[in-house]
Structure formats: structure tokens, C-alpha cells
């Protein structure tokens, strides 16, 4: 598994007859409690228009904390935080926020409380899209039932979506089977499923994924596997560029 994500050139920003280019980071940043210079620097080189980020601020002073997460990649705070359990869309100015809002799933007695979090975006004057983020429980009992929310969710948006998660599940599963429904696995759609995400130190699951609308084209995948994502979490990032409906 060797990803050249880091390295990759920047997105052309250019409107085609094909679409309209977006580059998209989902990331478990793992509570910022690594290397956070190597993180920022990840990030920073991949170029990214948006970053869907698991584990950010979610507790005192979030909304500080997630402002200065975001500054560091050179982003600003699209949606989520402590309303969504740490669950985080980032921008880039390219992206104009016109709708955000979060959820929270029920919670179950000794278990962590989670969430997810939405902004609908538009790049341009033409390129309509929702992003979703969330993460899911490492309960294999409670998971299917916050995938089952986090899919009605999905459902209901009024625009392509583009949903990145921690699973806490490989594909197959339940949960992974109820979210990954009607969407395209940008992983299988770019033939590199093979790409494992968890553990940065111990390679061995695909359990950070990211799904598209059928009607988002998926140009480019890659899993980040470079000295620095080793460093900067316990996750590595999911990098993938799209094309996005012109007309959506």
C-alpha cells in the first residue's frame, strides 16, 4: 500500500463538458493527539477543496479549536464540532456553504455519543452537492442503527452527496452494506479497495470510506501512505478526486 496522494498536483479548477473538478480529504484525525505539524502538512500538500474530518473538537472551547484546525490547513469551519460529536466539514473559499446542520444518534447507556454532520455547497454558479460525515460506533450491536439514520439522512438531500465515514466496520458489513446502498464506493470505482486505511502502524482493515452519487464521477482514489500520515494519526487519510454534475 503506497499512496502518492501528498504529492499529487492540485486539482485543475476549470468547468469541462465533463463536470466540475472537487478534491476531497476524509480524515480521522484522531483527536489531534499525534503529530499535529505532520498533519497540518498532509493536508496542506494534498490541496484539498474539502475535508471531512472524524475525531476533531468536540468538547470546551470546540468552536476555538475547530477554527484553528481548520486554519491550519489552510480551510475554514463549513459545519460540525461539538452539535455533530466531532464530526467536521472543512472548505476551501472555492466552496460556498448555503445550508448546514447536524445530527446526533441516540445514545446507549456506557457507550460514546455520536453524530454526523452536513453542509450543502455549491461550487460555481452551477455545481450543487451536499457533504456528509460521520462516525460510526465500534459497537458491532449499536452501529447498524446509526447507519440506518445516517443513511435517511442521505437520502433525503436534495443534491449529489458525497458522505465520508469512519465505519468502524469493513465492507460487507451491516452498516458499511446500509450506507454504501444506491452510492458508489469511490474505492471499488477506481479499482484500489485494496487500500487499507486502520492501523497506521499496523495496515489492516478498510474501515474509512467514502461514497458518492452515482452521478459524481470518481476521477482518482488514494489512500495516503507516507512517512508524515504515519506520524500525523492512527488513521490514514482517503483522498479522491471527482467530477461533479454541472447541472446538479
Request: charged share 25%.
Amino acid at each position: 500500500m503506497s499512496g502518492d496522494g501528498a504529492d499529487r498536483a492540485a486539482t485543475p479548477h476549470e468547468v469541462t463538458e465533463l463536470g466540475v473538478p472537487l478534491r476531497v480529504l476524509s480524515y480521522n484525525v484522531h483527536g489531534q493527539r499525534d503529530d499535529t505539524a505532520a498533519l497540518a502538512a498532509v493536508v496542506r500538500a494534498a490541496a484539498p477543496d474539502v475535508v471531512i474530518v472524524q475525531e476533531g473538537p468536540r468538547r470546551f472551547r470546540w468552536r476555538e479549536k475547530s477554527a484553528a484546525l481548520a486554519e491550519s490547513f489552510g480551510l475554514v469551519v463549513a459545519a460540525g464540532g461539538l452539535p455533530s460529536l466531532g464530526n467536521l466539514v472543512l472548505t476551501s473559499l472555492r466552496v460556498r456553504v448555503t445550508g448546514t446542520h447536524c445530527r446526533r444518534f441516540p445514545l446507549t447507556p456506557g457507550r460514546h455519543l455520536r453524530g454526523a454532520a452536513y453542509a450543502d455547497c455549491r461550487v460555481g454558479t452551477s455545481a450543487r452537492f451536499t457533504v456528509a460525515g460521520s462516525h460510526l460506533s465500534t459497537d458491532p450491536a449499536e452501529r447498524p442503527g446509526q447507519a440506518e439514520l445516517f443513511k435517511r439522512d442521505l437520502t433525503a438531500t436534495a443534491h449529489p452527496v458525497i458522505a465520508a465515514a469512519d465505519l468502524n466496520e469493513e465492507p460487507g458489513g451491516p452498516a458499511w452494506r446500509t450506507v454504501a446502498d444506491g452510492l458508489t464506493d469511490a474505492a471499488v470505482a477506481a479499482d484500489r479497495a485494496d487500500r487499507l486505511t486502520y492501523s497506521c502502524a499496523d495496515p489492516r482493515r478498510r474501515i474509512d470510506a467514502l461514497f458518492v452519487d452515482p452521478r459524481i464521477s470518481v476521477v482518482d482514489y488514494d489512500v495516503v501512505d507516507t512517512p508524515l500520515t504515519r506520524r500525523a494519526s492512527d488513521h490514514f487519510p482517503v483522498l479522491v478526486d471527482l467530477l461533479l454534475p454541472a447541472t446538479a
